[in-house]
Each structure stands twice: as C-alpha cells, then as structure tokens.
C-alpha cells in the first residue's frame, strides 16, 4: 500500500509501511523534499508559517477543493491523494514569481521574510475562497497569521490591492503608484492566467479511484463505521498494549503537545467515514458529521439562513483558532478535545446553549444519542468509543421571541486566542418576560462548559428588572468560578455578570426586542483599518532616498531564500536539541534519560566535559566578560544550558531532551537569589564600569526644595518582553578540513560568535569560519544568545567530527533565550503649580540575571531616553542585580524603551495630583534647545537639529489633536460601557556609530558583488547598502550607471572574507555599512577616473569596467567607516498620538488611531524607514498592552508557546495607522544626512498605553461616581502590560454590579 499525493506539481509516493504515522507534513517537507518555503517557528498551529495549500479532488464531482493547512500539525499519511502548494509552488524565481510575491514585495510588506510565504499561501487561499475577493476579506486573509517585523499594515495593503472593492488611492504606500499620481488599478502586476497555479496535478486524479486498504499498516483509513468497528474490535480483542489513536484533522496536538511523543501502536483516519462527513438538515435541525471540518461547519450554518441563530454560532465559529486550523480540525475534535482532556472550548460553550446533541457510537453500547451536556458530563470518552455526528436543533419555529448572542473575551479580538471565558445565551421571551433561558459559560478555568441551572430557573418566568438582572448576577456570582490555579481568576469571574447584563439589558432598555428578535446591543465589530503614509522623497543623492522596495523580497516571498535551516544537511548531518536547568541554583549531580534507556536515535550527550583540551567552557564573550557554555557543577539560573544532547534526527533530538533527567541536589546551599531586592540584601550586584554610568544633571536637592509639590518614593515595576522572532536560535557546524570548522549561524553577532567558537575550541581564529547570510529576525535577541548555540554545536561537531545542527524549539528558545530587563524604579519628583518640574531623583534596580552579559547597557539607554523631559535636575543611583535568574538580553530599544515608559508614569503622576492634564504637562516639560543642550551635552547637536518641539506642534495640527481631545470628552460623557482616551507622547533616542567594514568589487562584466559587517535581519540593511553603492560608483557619471543598482549583490557575511565585522544592533549598522562601502566607492571611482578621462568621451559603464579589466586596475576595494571621533551619538527624535477605547465589561483595549511623526533625517530609502518605524511601533505596542511575561517562582518562564505569549496580530494595531516621516534636512555629520529608524520608534507605543491609563482614569470617575466614594481615584498606576484583566482590574471587576446597584439607589430616589 502506497501514499500518493503530489507536491508543487512533483508525484510523490511513499510505502506505508516505511512512514511513521506520526511524521507531519512539515517534516517530510523539510527534510525529505527540496521545498523549504515551508518554514517552523511555533510547530502547534499558533503562527502560520508553515501554512500550505492542500486542493483534494472529488472524482464525482470533478471539483478541486482547495484550503489552507498548518503543515507542523497535518500528519503526512493525512494527505493521500491530496495535492499540497507550497508558497514557491505558486512562482519562484525560475518560472517567475507569482503576482502576490510581487505585490508583498511591492508593498513592502516583508521584512525578514520568514512569515512571507506562509502569508503569501494565506493570501492565495482566500482568493481562490472568494469570487469577489473584497476589502473585508483582505482584511481577515492573514489573520492568525504572525509577524513580528511590519506591524501588519502593509501585509494589509498587499492583499486589500486585490479586493475588487478597493480605492487605490487608499492603498498605503507602495512601488506601484505614487499617491497623487493618476494611479490606475492596472500599474499593479496583475495575475497572469497563464501563469495559473495548478492546485491539483492531472496524474493525481487517475490514482483516486485507486482502492485504499491500509488494515494491515499502522496508518489505516476505514471507509465505513462498521469497517472502523471491525478494526476496534480486533485491536481491543487483542490488546496486548496496543495503544490506538482516532485521527480526524490532528490539530489537537498543537495543544497537547506530548501527544507526539507518544508512539500509538495504530493511526486509525477517520475522515473518509461517509456517515461521520454528513451535513443534513431536517425539518427538526441539521446533523453534522464529526469529521465535518469547522470551515465547513461555519459555510453550512451561514447557508441555513432560516436559522437566524445559526448565523451566529458560525459567527462565534470563525473566531476558533485561524483559518487554516479551523479548515483541517473538526467539530468532533474539538468536542472530544473538552470532554476528555477539558479543553477551554468555545464550540462546547456554544453549542450547549443551543442544545446540541451527540450520537456516539462505542463497541459495546452500539449507537446512542445523548445531549451536549451529558455528553460533556460523562466519564472521559475511551479510546474505542467514536463521536459520529453532532446535532442542532432548529429554534426559530418556537413561538415566541428568541433571543441568542454568544460571547468570549480573548486577548486578540478576531480569534487565534484562546477565550479567559466564553459564554452564549438563548431566551425566549415574550412582552419582556423569560419564558425560558439557556446559559452556558465555559473556558474560564473549568472542567467543561457548563449551563448555570440554578440561573436559569430564577429568571424564567421573570420580566427582566435591574433588580432582577442584580439578583441573577449574584446567583451568577456562585457557579462561575474558576478551579483553583487558573490564572487571571477574579477576572475570568467577572466577565459572566458583565456578558449576561449585556444580553438582557436590552430588554430593561427597549420595550420589546428589535423586529427581528435579536438583541440590539450587537458585539461592535471592529472598525476596518484604514492608513495614510506621508514621505519624504529626497533625491539629492539618487539612488540614496528613493522608496526601492527591498532587496530579495519576492525572493522571501516565494520562500526561496535561504535562512540557515533551510541549507541542506551535509551528509551524516546529526542534531541537537538543549537539555536546559530548571533549578535555579543546584548541583549537577548527573544526566539520565526517563526508565533508564537511551531514547531512540541518540548519539550523544555534549557536555562541559566535551570542551576540547586547550579550549574554555564559554558560550559568550563580549566587552563585560565571558559566560559559560555549559553549567559545570552547579546551575546559576532555571533554563541555562547544561548539555546538548545529538540525535540522528531534530526530532529524536528534541524528544530525547524532553526525556532527560537531571539530577539536582541543594542541600547545604545558599538559597537562590530570586529577587532584585534579595540582591541588594545580598550585596549581589555586577560593577558598572564609570564610563558606562550616566551622567546626573544640576543639583536635585536645590530643585526639590524649589519645588511647590513633592512625590516621594512613588514605585514602578516593569517585567520583561521576549523577541518572538518567526525564525528561533538555529546554527550548523561542520568540521572541516585541518581541524577547522564552518559554522553556519543565524546570529547579529558573526565577529563575536567566531571568537567564541575559537576560544571554546582551543583553536586559533584563522581555523574557524562563521557564515551568516541572513536572519529571520533578531531584535537584539541573536546578538549575545545565538552565540551559546553555535557554540554547543561546534563542540558537539567537533567531538564527533560529523555536521551538527540545531534548530531550537519555540519553548526551549523562550524559556533559555530571555527577554528584555526587568527592573524596579523607585522615584522621587519635585514640581511648581504649574507642573513645570524642578527636580527628579531616581533609584532603580535591574535584574541582569546569572550574568552580566550586556547589562550595562541599560542604565544610560534608560536615562538617555528618560531625558526627554527637562526634569530641572535630575540624580540617580542604579543597582545592576545579579540573581539566579535567566541573564537577559538586549531587546529592541533595551533600557531605552523603559526609560520613555518612566518618564511617562512620572508625568502622568505629576498631572493626577495636579488635576492637570498630562499633555499639559509633557509640553511645559518639553526641552528648549538650551535645555537639551544641558541634558545631553554635544549630543544635542545644532540648534536647527533640534526638531523635537515643533514636531509636537506640528502633529498637534496634522491629527487634530485639541480637536479630537474634546470629542473624546463628549464620547465618554455620552457612554458608559466604552470609554475613550488619547496621548500625545514625545520621544527622544540616542544612537551612537560604530566602526563597520565594506568591501565593494566590479566584476568583468560589470556586475558588483558586496559583502558589508552588518547582518540583514530584515531591517532593510542591503537595500540602502545597494543604494548606497548605486550613489557612490555613480559619481563616475559613465552611461549606465543610473541603474546600477540593478546589477548590485550583496552577499553573505563570511568571517574570514570580511574581518571586523563588529555587531549589527543600536540601529546604526545600516548607516555605519553604508559609510563603509562609500568609501570602498570612492577608491574604486578614483582608480576608474583616469581610465575614464583617457577615454576622451562618453563611455558606458560595461565599457569601462572591460578596459579596466584589460588594464588590471585593481577593481576589489575594501575599507573600515570608522565614525568621527565627536559626536559618535547623535538623538532622534519623534512624536506620536494614539486614541484608544476600552471596553468596561471585557477590559479590551481598542487602538482606534495612531498618528506618528518620526524624523528620519534625509531618509536612506523611506519605504524600509517607513518599515522600521511602523513594525518597531507595534513591537512596542505588544510590550506595553499585550505581551505577558510570566515566570514561575523560581524563574521558568511560564508563557512559553504562542498559546500563552500573545504577541500583536493584525486585529491588534491601530485601526487607522498614519505615518508621517520628516526629513529634517542636511546634515554634515551624518550618513548622506540620514538618521536611524531601527529603534527609537519602538517606544512611540507608549502613547497607547498613556492613552488607555486616560480611558481608565474615566471609567474609575464613573465608578466612584456609582459607588459614592469621595477621592478622585485618579492617583493609580497601569501596569506593563496592560492586558485585558489588568485594565479590568482598575476599571472595577464589578463595575456591572456597581452600576445597577446606582441605577436601582437613583430609581428609588425618583
Ligand atoms: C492554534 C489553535 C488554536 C485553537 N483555538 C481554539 C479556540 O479558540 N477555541 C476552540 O474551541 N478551539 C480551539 N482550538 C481547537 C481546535 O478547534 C481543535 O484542535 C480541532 O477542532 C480538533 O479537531 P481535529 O479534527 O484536528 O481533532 P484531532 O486532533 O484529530 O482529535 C482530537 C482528539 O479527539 C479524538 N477524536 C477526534 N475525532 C473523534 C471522533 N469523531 N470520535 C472520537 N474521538 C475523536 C482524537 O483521537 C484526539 O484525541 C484551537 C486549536 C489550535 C491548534
Ligand atoms: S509552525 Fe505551524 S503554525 Fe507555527
Ligand atoms: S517579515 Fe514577518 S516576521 Fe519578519
């Protein structure tokens, strides 16, 4: 029996019996095929970006279905007879690209790349959905789609281009058109039919009708219930241990991951069961078969539009997971996943308020129907027993008035999130009186979804009073109550008060019910995205300042290019995978793996005692010193590195570390230091250098006793954000010739990993070569921990002298990789009455972790963006912790972005207890040149320089924000239920230069080749790089060099081609390559220029560089920019206004509307500039609202897969996102006068969180209001980050309660 099926067109087909069922799609793909454009980066069905088309052929319908899949979850024997598409199956750069990489290219719409295809398959799905693909459906094409570079809008704008609906003028800004410019739907490259893509390959349809009989393998397809029983029965006869598992869509492990490293004797598929695929209405409701996937569900209840309420459980339906999981899983899954597992369901929840039933088929009661409610109430399902269909009553015939809503509150409002509780009501009701009622809740931390009886009984027979609506609340109040342990508890409770006040409080409202029976007070989509970017076009220094798109991004579309997982394995290629500590201080007293036996496919367990003779235990080396590579005898911090272990495949690798055992002892030790505060008590702190401390500005102690008011020792504590880059920690070594070694690594750092290596290696550094050609990004987090794991595998490769690589899991790179600092401020701030601030005094404690690594860093990037603000004076005294936690790394803006969120709660203290707007009081506080010039010394640079204040004006006017301010005012005194709120927020960011290399040859036929010391991580560093070599060869003013740029390659960072590389980080690395390769230019133009003056006329670039070639003029120039001696730092500068408004049942926060104005200088190419600041925004925008960073006790880090860790999705950014960039002109000093954009904009997301403390300052003045208490209220912080329980939290949990307990107090009064 063979498995047939077809990839990119190519006939695959494999015996049976050689698969492991449990192998996945992705997999095969990976590791068995050429097509690597599939990428991982979660493996549980959380990001997509290994999301592939999968077309199946019905040969009596002739018709080709065609959807998405998560190809980490879909099993490989799933997909027989089926065709898969992958993104370079759709065009490559062979056969040309297909139109959507040309637009995503176009649109500027990717970055590193490495979510491009799976965004592209995404895309082309919902075209192929859609007859008329519309601005709507643009808009949810991508959605449970993540990317962690863009910020999504202009993802958004590549597929809006394909809505038939769509303006082009509102397009955001692209290569296509110029706004302005009479700009036709036909300049967008348009799908040329020719090029179709065959989603389903002729010879694959002749192999269908082909029988299938796979009885006798462990993978088998019953086609029928009683062929499945059969095949039950005879397992469960002989069941000797034999371990089965029912097989429908497999997406439940991206769940319960372990379920993968468990070895079931027998696979049994049961999606070709014709009774369990059925949809059939009847006069009493439908019955859906439980393999019926929740796409097909969803299309066929929209489809029964007698139903009205089946409109909404599809509705519900479509914000399960994303798209491409919904179009494999099926109900029954889903069902089954609550039943025996307590799965958080949102199909449960609603299905059981619409009084679903369950027919179930088990071997020894035969067929039997039973509700939902037993269904879920009954012991967990054996592993014999079959969920065949599912059953929805019709409810529309009933006589009386039917209301039905359901609801969830979820971090991401389009789905992709699990719920914090989930609930759906049905009523019937009649002149505003319950007849009867059906309450379901679920997913708040429960077993199963239940119905609240008691409730429903209590208000059945009742018209529906505030008094009543309060009693049934606190009846309510008894039954929804988490198990002990779930997170977020006294929130999850208070969303079911809130929800069920919602769904009847339109009765209490309106005399009756709308007309069509349903409840007027509908859940408010969100509003669509809309967009406008102004840029500056500067083209004094043509190439340099034109928008090119960026270089190799259809080339990262289409899934070409190569990230250094996708080289192929050299021969003998083994893997490893970290067994890492989860004791924060212990000794290691050993290694062993779980019942003793080495898992399958083992080679070996690298340790520190694998570190050759001559060579050091280091993983890290940078200026602040040396961190070991493997613990030796004791472990500093939970998730450091204690062996590698290397296994014949990543997946052995990964099992087998999951299968280690180590063993700890404590006694006789210290207790770990776990706290900032314990290691101050302890004296355990890591020196700051003097040169690295900032410096203190003017006397504090004169500037406080000026001050009229004081704040004394007010608190913040800020947490930590994890990189979430789409490609995780990934290297390959290979030993080479002489006792040297290559060593293939996704790092920022090549320069330093190769020291690293050498040093572990006991080798000299001419012996070790580290390649790097791309990174599917970074932020800081491969600058210091990509180091560790190059390192392991050149110890593991050279100690078995065989390739080995490694490519970290999603949950092993969040809990060892770290994130951002956490830290303690502690401040006290003297301000006039006026809010002008006289002086600010600081202490802060910063958690570094185990070792110091770069944490340093961070006290004067938190005071150089603290600075912002003229504090009069201004003092610190920081502490840098040493604790036996995760040593943490440098993240996008490291300090920086803490620095800005200080200032801002400083500012917004001082406000509150003025009862002074904080707007107010940024402006008064804003530097006069004069000042700036105090704070930051020569970095202030010229007085024209300094753009700050009249950019606060100027964005001031442009997003209309005194305006808007008053609207805001009338919004939130007009409602109650949502309250808006809006900042406008300064920023000032230093950046300093760094010495980069370049080298820039001509080779004879013109072309150039350029090799730079900085990395693409997809920040755009080789499309200015190409630009810039453009410009400066083009001085030669020879026929052709206009464009130049065409024929520019820049290529790979190779160590021992190009030396000095230093690191790429500090947003700088772009300019500082750019500088180098000018200069490489300039010597090449020199060396040309004779030949060109001998010529005597005009004379074509092709023609010069061959006479030159005759000549042997030498035509490889390479230099080193070094950055002037004063000033290396110069500051950036940018302001941003955000209106956000917030939900007070669910706590939700909705971005209504960023404005940013952001001066980039004389922009290098404003289209990646543009990239920068919109993709930096909504990383920010993750750290102040969204991302939770959750450890336990001792430091494991809890939110450790994209379940937990909700990083911002395209439901999340600002619903009307607008970018202003500004050139702020020449500037001598600077790179062709341009600034950087890599960082700073990261922390303009603080004016959403200033905005949502505004919206929640009003919801807390309403509640005191309900609540009759006196003080204002308004002295309270907002955590970081402000996620839904949090701003619920201050908004009031019962605030439901609180209201109809006024509303009753003023009823009684009238
Ligand atoms: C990233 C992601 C996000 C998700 N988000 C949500 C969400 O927000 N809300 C929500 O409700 N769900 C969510 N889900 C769950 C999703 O709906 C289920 O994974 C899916 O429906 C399971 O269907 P499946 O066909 O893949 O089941 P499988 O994985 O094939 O099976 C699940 C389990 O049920 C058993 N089984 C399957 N079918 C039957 C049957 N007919 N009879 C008996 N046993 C059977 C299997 O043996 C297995 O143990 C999410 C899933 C993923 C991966
Ligand atoms: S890798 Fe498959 S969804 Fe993330
Ligand atoms: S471009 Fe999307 S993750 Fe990098």
Redesign the pocket.
């Known amino acids: 029996m063979s498995l047939v099926f077809a990839i990119n067109g190519q006939r695959f087909e494999l015996d049976l019996s050689s698969v492991d069922p449990s192998t996945t799609l992705?997999e095969f793909l990976r590791y068995e095929t050429p097509f690597k454009s599939v990428?991982?980066?979660?493996?549980?069905?959380?990001?997509?970006?290994?999301?592939v088309l999968l077309s199946k052929y019905d040969p009596v319908l002739q018709t080709v279905e065609d959807f998405t899949v998560?190809?980490?979850?879909t099993l490989l024997c799933s997909i027989n007879h089926c065709s898969i598409t992958t993104s370079e199956g759709l065009g490559n750069s062979r056969d040309g690209f297909h139109t959507i990489h040309d637009r995503f290219s176009g649109f500027h719409a990717s970055q590193c790349g490495f979510c491009t295809p799976?965004m592209s398959v995404s895309l082309y799905s919902a075209l192929l959905d859609f007859s008329e693909f519309t601005v709507l459906e643009a808009e949810k094409a991508v959605s449970g789609n993540?990317c962690r570079c863009t910020g999504y809008r202009p993802i958004v704008d590549a597929c809006k281009s394909f809505a038939a609906d769509v303006d082009i003028e509102d397009l955001g800004f692209n290569s296509f058109c110029k706004k302005g410019d009479s700009c036709k739907n036909n300049s967008l490259p348009r799908c040329d039919s020719e090029k179709r893509v065959c989603s389903f390959p002729e010879f694959l349809k002749d192999e269908i009708n082909k029988s299938v009989d796979s009885g006798m393998h462990r993978w088998c397809s019953p086609g029928s219930v009683e062929e499945l029983q059969r095949l039950l029965r005879t397992c469960k006869a002989n069941s000797d241990g034999l371990s089965i598992k029912l097989i429908a869509g497999n997406t439940s492990t991206?769940y319960y991951k372990d379920e993968r490293e468990r070895n079931y004797n027998k696979y049994v598929d049961i999606t070709r069961i014709p009774e369990m695929k059925v949809i059939r209405e009847n006069e009493n409701g439908v019955e859906i078969g439980a393999v019926v996937t929740i796409s097909k569900v969803i299309a066929a209840l929209k489809e029964i539009r007698v139903e009205k309420m089946f409109g909404k459980l599809a509705a519900h339906m479509e914000k399960i997971a994303?798209r491409?999981?919904r179009n494999f899983g099926s109900i029954g899954g889903n069902l089954v996943m609550a039943q025996r597992k307590q799965f958080p369901s949102d199909m449960a929840t609603i299905l059981l308020a619409a009084g679903a039933s369950v027919n179930i088929m088990s071997l020894s009661r035969g067929l039997e129907k039973v509700t939902l409610e037993q269904f879920l109430q009954g012991p967990p399902l054996e592993a014999y027993d079959l969920v065949v269909t599912i059953e929805i009553p019709f409810w529309h015939r009933q006589s009386s008035e039917l209301l039905f809503e359901t609801y969830r509150a979820a971090p991401r409002p389009n789905g992709s999130a699990l719920a914090y509780l989930n609930a759906a009501f049905l009523a019937r009701v009649k002149d505003r009186m319950v007849v009867n009622c059906r309450l379901a809740f679920g997913a708040y931390g429960t077993k199963h979804a239940i119905r609240c009886k008691e409730v429903e009984e209590f208000l059945s027979g009742k018209v529906i009073t505030d008094n009543v609506l309060s009693e049934a609340i606190t009846l309510l109040g008894k039954f929804v109550v988490p198990e002990e342990g779930t997170s977020n508890l006294a929130y999850r409770s208070s969303l079911a008060p809130g929800f069920l006040f919602k769904f009847f409080h339109s009765l209490i409202l309106a005399e009756k019910p709308s007309s069509n029976g349903f409840h007027l007070d509908q859940p408010k989509p969100l509003p669509m995205l809309s967009s406008s970017q102004h840029i500056p076009i500067n083209d004094e220094f043509f190439p340099v300042g034109e928008p090119v798109a960026k270089s190799g991004a259809s080339l990262q579309a289409s899934g070409e290019a190569v990230y250094v997982d996708d080289i192929p394995a050299p021969t003998n290629c083994l893997y490893g995978a970290f067994i890492y500590s989860t004791k924060p201080y212990a000794k290691v007293k050993g290694i062993c793996f779980k019942e003793n036996s080495v898992p399958d496919g083992v080679l070996a367990v690298i340790s520190y005692k694998d570190v050759p003779k001559g060579g050091q235990n280091i993983g890290m080396k940078f200026s602040f010193g040396p961190e070991p590579l493997f613990a030796e005898d004791f472990t500093l911090h939970v998730g450091q590195c204690i062996a590698l272990v290397v296994a014949d495949t990543q997946r052995h690798a990964d099992t087998a570390a999951n299968l280690a055992i180590v063993e700890y002892e404590t006694e006789d030790l210290e207790p770990p230091i776990l706290s900032v505060e314990d290691a101050v008590k302890n004296s355990s702190l890591f020196e700051i250098y003097p040169f690295l401390y900032p410096q203190q500005v003017g006397d504090t102690s004169k500037g406080m006793s000026e001050a009229d008011h004081r704040i004394l020792s007010s608190e913040i504590r800020l947490g930590s954000q994890y990189f979430f880059y789409m490609e995780t920690q990934t290297a390959l070594a290979v030993p080479d010739e002489d006792n040297s070694i290559v060593v293939y690594s996704s790092c920022q750092t090549p320069q330093y990993v190769h020291s690293v290596v050498a040093t572990c290696l006991g080798i000299p550094e001419n012996k070790v070569r580290i390649i790097t050609r791309r990174v599917g990004g970074g932020f800081g987090g491969k600058a210091v921990k990509a180091m560790p794991v190059a390192t392991a595998c050149a110890v593991a490769a050279n100690k078995l002298q065989r390739p080995v690589r490694t490519y970290v899991n999603?949950k092993t790179d969040m809990i060892m990789t770290g994130g951002r600092h956490p830290m303690k401020i502690t401040y006290s701030v003297g301000f006039k009455s006026t809010g002008k601030i006289t002086a600010l005094e600081l202490e802060i404690l910063i958690d570094a972790g185990a070792t110091v690594g770069l944490s340093m860093l961070i006290p004067s990037n938190i005071i150089g963006a603290l600075k912002k603000y003229n504090w009069g004076a201004l003092s610190f005294d920081f502490k840098l912790c040493k604790t036996n936690l995760l040593s943490k790394a440098i993240m996008r803006a490291p300090g920086d972005v803490q620095g800005t969120y200080i200032a801002e709660a400083i500012i917004e203290n001082v406000a509150s207890s003025l009862s002074l707007e904080a707007d107010t009081i940024r402006k008064i506080n804003l530097h006069t040149y004069e000042s700036l010039a105090l704070f930051y010394n020569r970095g202030a640079g010229e007085p024209h320089e300094y753009t700050l204040s009249s950019m606060w004006d100027k964005l001031g006017v442009s997003s209309k924000f005194e305006e808007r301010v008053s609207l805001v005012r009338e919004f939130n005194e007009s409602n109650i239920w949502r309250k808006r709120g809006i900042s406008r927020v300064p920023i000032i960011y230093p950046v300093s230069m760094f010495a980069t290399p370049g080298r820039v040859s001509v080779l004879s036929d013109g072309t150039v080749v350029v090799e730079v010391g900085g990395i693409e991580l997809g920040q755009g560093l080789w499309t200015k790089v190409k630009q810039m070599v453009g410009y400066a060869l083009g001085m030669l003013q020879c026929g052709g060099t206009e464009k130049l740029v065409d024929k520019i390659r820049v290529v790979q960072s190779d160590t021992l081609s190009m030396v000095q590389g230093n690191f790429t980080g500090g947003s700088t690395t772009s300019e500082g390559s750019c500088a180098a390769v000018r200069l490489c230019c300039e010597t090449l133009v020199k060396r040309l220029k004779p030949l060109m003056e001998k010529s005597g006329g005009p004379i074509s670039w092709n023609n010069l560089i061959s006479q030159a070639y005759a000549q042997s003029v030498n035509l490889s120039a390479s230099d080193l920019y070094t950055p002037e001696e004063t000033p290396t730092q110069y500051l950036n500068y940018g302001v941003a206004v955000s209106e956000v408004e917030i939900d007070l049942v669910t706590g939700q926060t909705t971005v209504l509307q960023t404005d940013i104005l952001y001066d980039s200088g004389k922009s290098l190419n404003p289209a990646v500039d543009l990239g920068q600041i919109e993709g930096a925004f909504v990383q920010g925008l993750g750290f102040f609202m969204l991302e939770e960073y959750i450890t336990d006790s001792e430091g494991l880090v809890l939110t450790d897969s994209?379940w937990t860790y909700k990083i911002p999705t395209v439901d999340t950014i600002p619903r009307q996102f607008n970018v202003e960039i500004l050139n702020s002109g020449r500037h001598e000093k600077r790179i062709l006068s341009s600034k950087a954009s890599g960082e700073p904009p990261l922390l303009l997301a603080a004016s959403v969180h200033c905005a949502t403390r505004e919206a929640v300052k009003e919801a807390r003045k309403q509640l005191r209001m309900w609540k009759g208490v006196n003080d204002s209220g308004l002295m309270f912080q907002l955590p970081v980050p402000a996620t839904m329980p949090v701003v619920k939290e201050l908004c009031g949990l019962d605030t439901v309660e609180s209201y109809l307990e006024w509303k009753s107090g003023v009823n009684s009064r009238l």
């Open positions: 992705l990428k991982l980066s979660c493996g549980e069905g959380g990001c997509g970006a290994c999301v998560s190809s980490c979850l799976g993540l991206g994303a491409f999981i999603r994209t």
